[in-house]
Protein backbone atom coordinates (compact mmCIF):
# COMPACT_ATOMS: atom_id res chain seq x y z
CA UNK A 1 0.00 0.00 0.00
CA UNK A 2 1.12 3.45 -1.00
CA UNK A 3 2.78 4.57 2.43
CA UNK A 4 2.86 9.04 1.80
CA UNK A 5 2.50 11.19 -0.66
CA UNK A 6 4.58 14.38 -1.02
CA UNK A 7 3.13 17.94 -1.65
CA UNK A 8 4.12 17.49 -5.64
CA UNK A 9 1.53 14.52 -5.50
CA UNK A 10 3.63 11.95 -6.10
CA UNK A 11 3.45 8.73 -3.77
CA UNK A 12 6.13 6.53 -2.39
CA UNK A 13 5.97 3.24 -0.99
CA UNK A 14 8.23 0.37 0.97
CA UNK A 15 9.64 -2.05 -1.33
CA UNK A 16 9.10 -5.09 0.36
CA UNK A 17 12.34 -6.87 0.05
CA UNK A 18 14.41 -4.21 0.97
CA UNK A 19 12.95 -1.45 2.91
CA UNK A 20 14.09 1.10 1.04
CA UNK A 21 11.09 3.78 -0.38
CA UNK A 22 10.25 3.96 -3.96
CA UNK A 23 7.83 6.17 -6.37
CA UNK A 24 4.69 3.88 -6.66
CA UNK A 25 4.44 5.28 -10.65
CA UNK A 26 7.59 4.58 -11.82
CA UNK A 27 9.16 5.30 -15.49
CA UNK A 28 10.28 3.02 -17.88
CA UNK A 29 14.09 1.99 -18.17
CA UNK A 30 13.50 3.84 -21.96
CA UNK A 31 11.69 6.98 -20.44
CA UNK A 32 14.38 6.85 -17.91
CA UNK A 33 17.09 6.71 -20.38
CA UNK A 34 15.02 9.28 -23.08
CA UNK A 35 15.12 11.78 -20.28
CA UNK A 36 18.66 12.18 -19.22
CA UNK A 37 20.01 11.82 -22.19
CA UNK A 38 18.16 14.32 -24.14
CA UNK A 39 16.17 16.45 -21.05
CA UNK A 40 18.20 16.50 -18.12
CA UNK A 41 20.68 19.16 -19.22
CA UNK A 42 18.10 21.16 -20.82
CA UNK A 43 16.73 21.28 -17.58
CA UNK A 44 19.86 22.35 -15.45
CA UNK A 45 20.58 25.13 -17.92
CA UNK A 46 16.90 26.71 -17.08
CA UNK A 47 17.94 26.31 -13.85
CA UNK A 48 15.07 23.82 -13.22
CA UNK A 49 17.24 20.86 -11.48
CA UNK A 50 21.06 20.49 -10.03
CA UNK A 51 21.59 23.78 -9.02
CA UNK A 52 25.44 22.73 -8.37
CA UNK A 53 26.02 21.57 -11.61
CA UNK A 54 24.37 24.73 -13.48
CA UNK A 55 26.64 26.93 -11.04
CA UNK A 56 30.00 24.52 -12.59
CA UNK A 57 28.88 25.33 -16.03
CA UNK A 58 28.75 28.69 -15.99
CA UNK A 59 31.48 28.96 -14.00
CA UNK A 60 33.32 32.63 -11.84
CA UNK A 61 33.92 32.76 -8.56
CA UNK A 62 31.03 30.83 -7.04
CA UNK A 63 31.72 27.74 -9.24
CA UNK A 64 35.45 27.92 -8.01
CA UNK A 65 34.45 28.38 -4.54
CA UNK A 66 32.42 25.52 -5.21
CA UNK A 67 34.99 23.16 -6.69
CA UNK A 68 37.32 24.06 -3.77
CA UNK A 69 34.39 22.83 -1.24
CA UNK A 70 33.72 19.75 -2.83
CA UNK A 71 37.62 18.96 -3.41
CA UNK A 72 38.29 19.51 0.52
CA UNK A 73 35.26 17.35 1.65
CA UNK A 74 33.11 15.15 -0.65
CA UNK A 75 36.29 14.30 -3.21
CA UNK A 76 38.72 14.09 -0.59
CA UNK A 77 36.76 11.51 1.28
CA UNK A 78 35.83 9.50 -1.45
CA UNK A 79 39.60 9.19 -2.56
CA UNK A 80 40.09 8.61 1.09
CA UNK A 81 37.43 5.88 1.22
CA UNK A 82 39.16 4.11 -2.27
CA UNK A 83 42.72 4.19 -0.74
CA UNK A 84 41.28 2.79 2.97
CA UNK A 85 39.46 -0.23 1.37
CA UNK A 86 41.07 -1.18 -1.77
CA UNK A 87 44.28 -1.86 -3.49
CA UNK A 88 44.53 -0.47 -6.68
CA UNK A 89 43.73 2.85 -8.16
CA UNK A 90 41.56 1.99 -11.29
CA UNK A 91 38.40 3.89 -10.53
CA UNK A 92 34.73 3.90 -12.73
CA UNK A 93 32.28 6.90 -12.35
CA UNK A 94 28.69 6.01 -13.41
CA UNK A 95 27.18 9.24 -14.74
CA UNK A 96 29.73 11.13 -14.08
CA UNK A 97 28.28 14.54 -15.44
CA UNK A 98 30.68 17.16 -16.80
CA UNK A 99 33.78 15.03 -14.99
CA UNK A 100 34.40 17.16 -11.81
CA UNK A 101 35.08 14.20 -9.81
CA UNK A 102 37.16 12.30 -11.90
CA UNK A 103 39.37 15.50 -12.90
CA UNK A 104 40.02 16.00 -8.87
CA UNK A 105 41.27 12.09 -8.33
CA UNK A 106 43.21 11.72 -11.43
CA UNK A 107 44.84 14.81 -9.93
CA UNK A 108 45.58 12.83 -6.75
CA UNK A 109 46.85 9.85 -8.43
CA UNK A 110 43.94 7.52 -9.62
CA UNK A 111 43.33 6.30 -13.23
CA UNK A 112 40.30 7.37 -13.87
CA UNK A 113 36.82 6.54 -16.06
CA UNK A 114 33.29 7.55 -16.63
CA UNK A 115 30.03 6.56 -18.09
CA UNK A 116 27.48 9.22 -18.85
CA UNK A 117 24.93 8.99 -20.93
CA UNK A 118 24.22 12.72 -21.35
CA UNK A 119 25.83 13.76 -25.04
CA UNK A 120 26.74 17.59 -24.00
CA UNK A 121 28.18 16.67 -20.08
CA UNK A 122 30.52 13.67 -21.59
CA UNK A 123 31.60 16.27 -24.19
CA UNK A 124 32.33 18.66 -21.75
CA UNK A 125 34.07 15.61 -19.65
CA UNK A 126 36.32 14.83 -22.74
CA UNK A 127 37.56 18.47 -23.25
CA UNK A 128 38.91 18.47 -20.20
CA UNK A 129 41.21 15.41 -21.07
CA UNK A 130 38.85 12.43 -19.42
CA UNK A 131 38.53 8.95 -20.79
CA UNK A 132 34.08 8.86 -21.22
CA UNK A 133 32.20 5.51 -22.35
CA UNK A 134 28.70 7.45 -23.99
CA UNK A 135 25.94 5.47 -22.95
CA UNK A 136 23.79 3.98 -20.50
CA UNK A 137 25.60 1.99 -18.28
CA UNK A 138 24.29 -1.64 -18.51
CA UNK A 139 24.57 -1.45 -22.04
CA UNK A 140 28.16 -0.68 -22.21
CA UNK A 141 28.55 -3.01 -19.37
CA UNK A 142 27.39 -5.99 -21.66
CA UNK A 143 29.64 -4.15 -24.56
CA UNK A 144 32.52 -2.05 -24.27
CA UNK A 145 33.30 -2.25 -20.23
CA UNK A 146 32.52 -6.34 -20.60
CA UNK A 147 36.07 -7.21 -19.89
CA UNK A 148 37.15 -4.40 -17.34
CA UNK A 149 37.48 -4.65 -14.19
CA UNK A 150 38.21 -1.74 -11.65
CA UNK A 151 39.16 -1.43 -7.89
CA UNK A 152 35.94 1.42 -7.89
CA UNK A 153 32.73 1.61 -8.96
CA UNK A 154 31.41 5.19 -8.13
CA UNK A 155 27.49 5.69 -7.84
CA UNK A 156 27.54 9.67 -6.83
CA UNK A 157 24.05 11.40 -6.27
CA UNK A 158 22.72 8.49 -9.05
CA UNK A 159 21.63 5.24 -8.16
CA UNK A 160 18.25 6.83 -6.82
CA UNK A 161 17.91 7.87 -10.37
CA UNK A 162 18.35 4.26 -12.05
CA UNK A 163 15.55 2.35 -12.78
CA UNK A 164 16.63 -0.71 -11.30
CA UNK A 165 19.31 -0.55 -8.52
CA UNK A 166 19.30 -4.04 -8.06
CA UNK A 167 20.42 -5.15 -11.26
CA UNK A 168 22.47 -1.71 -11.96
CA UNK A 169 24.36 -2.60 -8.66
CA UNK A 170 25.08 -6.33 -9.32
CA UNK A 171 26.38 -5.05 -13.05
CA UNK A 172 28.63 -2.76 -11.10
CA UNK A 173 29.80 -5.56 -8.91
CA UNK A 174 30.91 -7.64 -12.06
CA UNK A 175 33.35 -4.92 -13.05
CA UNK A 176 34.89 -5.42 -9.88
CA UNK A 177 38.44 -6.78 -8.82
CA UNK A 178 38.57 -8.92 -6.18
CA UNK A 179 39.02 -7.19 -3.64
CA UNK A 180 36.66 -3.96 -5.69
CA UNK A 181 34.43 -1.77 -3.77
CA UNK A 182 30.98 0.12 -5.25
CA UNK A 183 30.88 3.18 -3.20
CA UNK A 184 27.33 4.88 -3.37
CA UNK A 185 26.47 8.18 -2.09
CA UNK A 186 23.01 9.02 -2.17
CA UNK A 187 20.38 10.48 -0.17
CA UNK A 188 19.52 9.49 3.72
CA UNK A 189 15.58 9.81 3.04
CA UNK A 190 13.30 9.85 5.69
CA UNK A 191 15.66 9.70 7.95
CA UNK A 192 14.60 10.88 11.37
CA UNK A 193 15.55 14.49 11.54
CA UNK A 194 14.28 15.08 7.97
CA UNK A 195 10.68 13.60 9.35
CA UNK A 196 10.91 15.65 12.04
CA UNK A 197 11.12 18.41 10.32
CA UNK A 198 8.42 17.51 7.79
CA UNK A 199 5.95 16.82 10.99
CA UNK A 200 6.90 20.11 12.92
CA UNK A 201 6.59 22.35 10.01
CA UNK A 202 4.04 20.81 7.86
CA UNK A 203 6.38 20.43 4.90
CA UNK A 204 5.35 16.81 3.96
CA UNK A 205 7.36 14.56 2.07
CA UNK A 206 9.59 17.43 0.41
CA UNK A 207 12.35 15.80 -0.64
CA UNK A 208 10.41 13.44 -2.98
CA UNK A 209 10.63 14.87 -6.53
CA UNK A 210 9.86 12.86 -10.24
CA UNK A 211 13.55 11.84 -11.00
CA UNK A 212 14.39 10.62 -7.93
CA UNK A 213 12.67 6.89 -8.47
CA UNK A 214 14.17 5.16 -4.76
CA UNK A 215 14.64 6.75 -1.33
CA UNK A 216 17.79 4.99 0.56
CA UNK A 217 18.84 5.05 4.26
CA UNK A 218 21.58 3.03 5.71
CA UNK A 219 19.98 -0.04 6.26
CA UNK A 220 17.79 -0.33 3.15
CA UNK A 221 21.00 0.07 1.21
CA UNK A 222 23.00 -2.55 3.32
CA UNK A 223 20.31 -4.67 2.72
CA UNK A 224 20.63 -3.93 -1.41
CA UNK A 225 24.05 -4.16 -1.38
CA UNK A 226 24.15 -7.91 0.19
CA UNK A 227 21.39 -8.91 -2.44
CA UNK A 228 24.18 -8.09 -5.04
CA UNK A 229 27.18 -10.15 -3.68
CA UNK A 230 28.42 -7.06 -1.91
CA UNK A 231 29.34 -6.69 1.88
CA UNK A 232 29.25 -3.47 3.47
CA UNK A 233 32.94 -1.98 4.61
CA UNK A 234 32.22 1.63 5.55
CA UNK A 235 29.10 3.96 5.95
CA UNK A 236 29.57 7.77 6.55
CA UNK A 237 26.70 10.53 6.68
CA UNK A 238 27.42 14.03 6.13
CA UNK A 239 26.10 17.36 7.61
CA UNK A 240 22.49 16.85 8.58
CA UNK A 241 20.97 20.00 6.98
CA UNK A 242 17.31 19.32 8.53
CA UNK A 243 18.93 20.48 11.49
CA UNK A 244 19.49 23.98 10.10
CA UNK A 245 15.93 24.60 9.37
CA UNK A 246 14.87 23.02 12.96
CA UNK A 247 17.19 25.69 14.37
CA UNK A 248 15.24 28.40 12.44
CA UNK A 249 16.70 28.51 8.63
CA UNK A 250 13.91 26.98 6.88
CA UNK A 251 14.94 26.87 3.56
CA UNK A 252 11.59 24.46 2.86
CA UNK A 253 9.18 27.86 3.59
CA UNK A 254 11.67 30.28 2.93
CA UNK A 255 14.15 29.11 -0.35
CA UNK A 256 15.88 32.35 0.30
CA UNK A 257 17.53 31.08 3.72
CA UNK A 258 18.95 28.04 1.68
CA UNK A 259 22.28 30.21 0.60
CA UNK A 260 23.06 30.98 4.19
CA UNK A 261 22.47 27.39 5.50
CA UNK A 262 24.75 26.10 2.53
CA UNK A 263 27.34 28.83 3.66
CA UNK A 264 26.93 28.07 6.90
CA UNK A 265 27.58 24.17 6.39
CA UNK A 266 30.55 24.93 4.32
CA UNK A 267 32.13 27.82 7.13
CA UNK A 268 31.91 24.47 9.42
CA UNK A 269 33.26 21.37 7.23
CA UNK A 270 35.90 23.66 5.81
CA UNK A 271 36.72 25.00 9.63
CA UNK A 272 37.59 21.45 10.80
CA UNK A 273 40.60 18.99 10.04
CA UNK A 274 39.38 16.42 7.74
CA UNK A 275 40.00 13.08 10.20
CA UNK A 276 37.81 14.54 12.72
CA UNK A 277 35.22 15.71 10.03
CA UNK A 278 35.15 11.93 8.74
CA UNK A 279 35.11 10.56 12.23
CA UNK A 280 32.81 12.74 13.49
CA UNK A 281 30.12 12.06 10.30
CA UNK A 282 30.98 8.38 10.48
CA UNK A 283 29.56 8.13 13.55
CA UNK A 284 26.67 9.80 12.41
CA UNK A 285 26.83 7.39 9.59
CA UNK A 286 26.26 4.69 11.94
CA UNK A 287 23.37 6.44 14.28
CA UNK A 288 21.67 7.08 11.15
CA UNK A 289 21.79 10.45 10.60
CA UNK A 290 23.01 13.08 7.72
CA UNK A 291 20.97 14.30 4.89
CA UNK A 292 23.31 12.40 2.34
CA UNK A 293 24.76 8.82 3.12
CA UNK A 294 28.05 7.62 1.76
CA UNK A 295 28.58 3.72 2.01
CA UNK A 296 31.08 1.53 0.50
CA UNK A 297 30.78 -2.23 0.26
CA UNK A 298 33.34 -4.90 -1.12
CA UNK A 299 32.85 -7.80 -3.33
CA UNK A 300 31.89 -11.06 -2.17
CA UNK A 301 32.38 -13.46 -4.64
Not at 246 to 270: M, N, S, T, W, Y
Request: net charge negative.
Amino acid sequence: MPESKSKSGLTVEIDPDHGFRKLVTRPSRNQVEDYFRDDYYDAIEKGEKAIDIKRSLEGGQEASDQANWMADTLYADIAWIIKTHTSGLRVLEIGCGLGDLLADLQGRGFETEGAEIAPPAAQKARERGLTIHEGAFEDLAATSLSNERYDAVLFINVLEQMPDPQSTLSTAQSLLKDDGIVLVRSGNDFNPLQTTLSEQKGHGDYWVVPDHLYYFDFESMEHLFETCGLKSVYRQGDFPMEMMALLGFDFIADPACGKEAHQRRVAFEQSIPAEIRRKLYASMGQAGFGRCLMMAARKTG
